[in-house]
């Protein structure tokens, strides 16, 4: 029952209806060594090697919680505007599944580490809050692998690597209303998380995952419609691609006389199209309990209070910091600050530098663009803060103009050595010089006769003209300011 367009609703029928969303996004916290027990989470080992009883799920085997992974989970938490419970829970969720040999997750149920929290989105320049429902820990299961097309020849294989890797899931209230507001919290949040460090959040790797819930009711209905979830949503655009392919089958259906069914949807990359995968009949009953193996986890005051002292500016308050303080636009503060180590250089440069609002363009324009040509990260650039500093200091102090600035970049960028060792060294001091000048203008004036006959006739637009000739005639290096003074002079 595919056979896609036909069923989706066209964009009169969209506009009488609000999307309602919630997403849940499982993050794999940066840890060392696994949430129960002492086994690496380095990715890529052997299959089955990064393994011992504990996280194999052997009978016997005890869990020990892993500190630092608490930590990272409160940092996270924190850095969402939670708050983080005194005593929480870790309690069995029961299922079976062959990458799963204990029978069941160790997660957490009605007693979470953490919630009410919330995130600060933007859309079109629209800012919105979305609330942050729970943060919650858990461990990851292992990995199958599927091969081979016909039964004869097809096998599953069962990598426990990954088993017991730490987890946090973060729900989110169903505050958001579109597909680009989704895309933006997902974006928002990752941002925030790679900041305090707490994960890599690269999606490809899994680190990342997130579900959808979506359901749709007519503008003006105060109830909430019957939600799906969504899952299989491994990138950004996948996402926003799945929930608008969603809203539109939840409303032509709804429009035809139908009813939304709960139940879990497979996003299916190919098609762009999402299929049902199971109903709410079929759903697991997870059979809940307190985990017995496991005391309650208690966080105290101080050590909360320890790990927020610990935590480096988060990206809002960065991005309002540098609006105020270096005077910069809000596009480019929130560019700036996409990362830390962005941020960190841009603030390096803005503070040893006498103009940050040009700093900033030459971070974001020159250097970002030579850094993506070269497929380079900020933390490998060839030119340092200081190096950055001192072209934009060489601009306002006139030894350079802003032209001469752009010949010396890219030298900076491939030699690594600075503005002021390839200006001496290459002769490109700006000429300022009156003398020099006037040697050159005087040139350009005998040169020129007939335009200089028309700019004493009145014609005073040729003075651009003379002022390009001095220009052209010092290869640049003129600084235009005084030769338009001294041409003026001159020609008075
Ligand atoms: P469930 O009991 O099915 O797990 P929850 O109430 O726990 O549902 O919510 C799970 C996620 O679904 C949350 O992110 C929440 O914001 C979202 N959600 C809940 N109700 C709806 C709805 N009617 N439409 C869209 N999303 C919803
Ligand atoms: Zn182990
Ligand atoms: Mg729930």
């Not at 999307?19 to 989470?41: D, M, N, S, W, Y």
């Not at 729970?134 to 199958?144: F, I």
């Not at 507001?181 to 490809?204: H, I, R």
Request: some cysteine; proline content about 6%.
């Amino acid at each position: 029952m595919s056979s896609s367009t036909l069923s989706l609703a066209p964009p009169e029928l969209l506009a009488k209806y609000e999307p309602v969303i919630g997403l849940e996004v499982h993050v794999q916290l940066a840890t060392r060594t696994k949430i129960f027990c002492g086994c690496p989470t380095s990715f890529g080992a052997p299959p089955n090697t990064n393994v011992c009883p504990t996280c194999l799920g052997l009978p016997g085997a005890l869990p020990v919680l892993n500190r630092r992974a608490v930590e990272m989970a409160i940092q996270a938490a924190l850095a969402l505007n939670c708050q983080i419970r005194e005593t929480s829970i870790f309690a069995r969720k029961n299922y079976f599944y062959p990458d799963l040999p204990k029978g069941y997750q160790i997660s957490q149920y009605d007693k979470p580490l953490a919630e009410h929290g919330y995130v600060d989105i933007s859309v079109d320049g629209v800012k919105k809050r979305i609330g942050i429902t729970r943060v919650h820990m858990e461990d990851d299961a292992g990995k199958s692998q599927h091969e081979g097309f016909r039964d004869s020849d097809r096998y599953t294989y069962v990598d426990l690597n990954r088993s017991g890797t730490p987890l946090i899931e973060i729900v989110s209230e169903p505050d958001i209303r579109s597909s680009e507001e989704a895309y933006a919290y997902l974006t928002e949040l990752k941002q925030v998380l790679q900041f305090v460090e707490v994960s890599t959040c690269d999606m490809e790797k899994g680190h990342l995952r997130c579900d959808a819930n979506v359901s749709v009711r007519l503008k003006g209905a105060s109830r909430f419609g019957t939600k799906t979830e969504v899952k299989n949503l491994n990138s950004f655009r996948f996402l926003k691609q799945a929930l608008d392919y969603e809203i539109s089958r939840q409303v032509a259906l709804i429009e035809s006389g139908g009813r939304v069914v709960q139940e879990t949807r497979l996003y299916n990359p190919d098609t762009g199209e999402t299929v049902g995968m199971r109903s709410k009949e079929e759903a697991h009953d997870y059979r809940y309990f307190p985990e017995p193996d496991l005391v309650p986890l208690r966080v105290s005051e101080a050590w909360k209070e320890r790990i927020r002292a610990s935590m480096p500016e988060l990206p809002s308050a960065l991005r309002a910091r540098f609006v105020e303080q270096y005077g910069l636009r809000e596009y480019d503060a929130q560019v700036l600050t996409l990362t830390r180590p962005l941020a960190e250089f841009y603030e390096k440069t803005a503070k040893a530098s006498k103009d940050p609002k040009a700093a900033a363009n030459w971070v974001m324009g020159d250097l970002l663009g030579a850094l993506k040509a070269e497929g380079k990260e900020i933390t490998e650039s060839p030119v340092s803060p200081e190096q950055m500093a001192e072209l934009v200091n060489l601009i306002v102090s006139g030894e350079i103009s802003g032209k001469l600035a752009k010949e010396i970049f890219p030298k900076m960028f491939s030699s690594g050595d600075s503005p002021r060792t390839i200006m001496e060294r290459e002769g490109l001091k700006q000429i300022s010089d009156t003398a020099a000048l006037e040697k050159i203008v005087d040139e350009v004036i005998a040169a020129n006769p007939k335009q200089v006959e028309q700019y004493r006739g009145g014609k005073t637009a040729v003075l651009g003209f003379l002022v390009g000739q001095v220009m052209k005639a010092s290869r640049g290096q003129a600084n235009p300011a005084a030769v338009n003074q001294l041409l003026k002079a001159k020609l008075s």
